[in-house]
């Protein structure tokens, strides 16, 4: 059982479907069109927390935020320059906790209506902005697993390895849950081990 200390902060992420511009998936996959893509960005290697990782726009509420949909749209905007006026939000999951940095995250799946121009806005949190074709990411070449070791205890969860890209980390769970409840996944060896560098 997870469990988080008593200053968890509520967080958000926005979870951004759209339709690829001009590359398609290089694999096909006939739950999805090959145009379907996620929005996602490289956090700076700088960072306490997640350096490096390849994550969902987002962060902490603000006072200022009125929920997690407000807050997953503001820091996209911060972190990526989205126009979040070309996003339909289409509601929320459930919140699942982050003990390595003590958040409880919302993930607000959303769908990119009007895409607009999006590049890391502040380098200091983001270096990399880019859209992945979600039949890449069900491909099974292209899944594997990373191992968490955390207070003695050993659990696997859900990576994707696109090309030089690995998602992993709540990202990759968040994905991986989606395409499952969304019936899109298909069978994967969850015994392939990938290591990322932290």
């Known amino acids: 059982?997870?469990?988080?200390?008593?200053a968890t902060r509520?967080?958000?992420?926005?979870?951004?479907?759209?339709r690829l511009d001009a590359l398609p998936a290089s694999t096909g996959d006939p739950a999805v069109p090959a145009d379907l893509d996620v929005l996602l960005q490289r956090r700076a290697g700088?960072?306490?927390h997640h350096a490096g990782q390849v994550a969902f726009p987002g962060g902490r509420l603000e006072p200022s935020d009125d929920g997690?949909?407000?807050?997953a749209l503001r820091e996209a905007t911060e972190e990526v320059g989205l126009d979040a006026a070309g996003v339909e939000v289409l509601g929320t999951l459930a919140p699942l906790p982050v003990p390595v940095s003590n958040h409880l995250v919302t993930p607000v799946p959303a769908w990119w209506t009007t895409p607009s121009r999006v590049a890391a806005v502040d380098h200091a949190e983001t270096v990399d902005v880019f859209r992945l074709a979600v039949a890449d990411l069900l491909d099974p070449a292209n899944r594997a697993s990373v191992a968490h070791t955390r207070a003695g205890a050993t659990v696997r969860t859900p990576a994707f390895v696109v090309g030089d890209v690995l998602v992993w980390g709540f990202t990759a769970i968040v994905l991986s849950r989606m395409f499952d409840a969304l019936g899109w996944a298909v069978p994967w060896d969850s015994r392939r081990l990938v290591t990322p560098e932290v």
């Open 68 to 71: 997690p949909v407000a807050a």
């Open 46 to 48: 700088t960072l306490g």
């Open 10 to 18: 509520p967080a958000a992420v926005l979870v951004l479907f759209g």
């Open 1 to 6: 059982m997870i469990t988080l200390g008593a």
